[in-house]
């Protein structure tokens, strides 16, 4: 019997670690779409970042901070602009 519960908790907790880990792979996945987006968007209005904010959005884990600076890149006019806090 005890093997059987014991069995059954190592289960449940490798299939809730199973269910985590794709849940962190789709939100990295989908961190990495918008800076993808976000450095498209910046390269297509003509403001060019710099490799340290290329290397700054993509390290970005912060879906919130990246949409704030997508949003911002719409209309900014300047790096500055959109990366300045």
């Known amino acids: 019997m005890y093997a059987t519960i014991r069995d059954e908790l190592l289960a449940k907790g490798r299939a ?3 269910a985590e880990g794709r849940a962190d792979g789709i939100l ?3 961190t990495k779409g918008m800076a993808r987006m976000l450095e498209r968007l910046l390269d297509t209005r003509g403001l060019e970042p710099t490799d340290e904010l290329r290397e700054r959005v993509a390290a970005c884990k912060d879906e919130n901070l990246l949409q704030r600076w997508f ?3 719409v209309t ?3 790096l500055a602009e ?4």
Do not use: C, K, N, P
């Not at 959109?82 to 806090?85: A, K, R």
């Open 16 to 18: 809730e670690g199973l």
């Open 28 to 30: 990295q996945g989908e």
């Open 71 to 73: 949003d911002r890149a």
């Open 76 to 78: 900014a006019t300047s």
């Open 82 to 85: 959109v990366f300045d806090d």
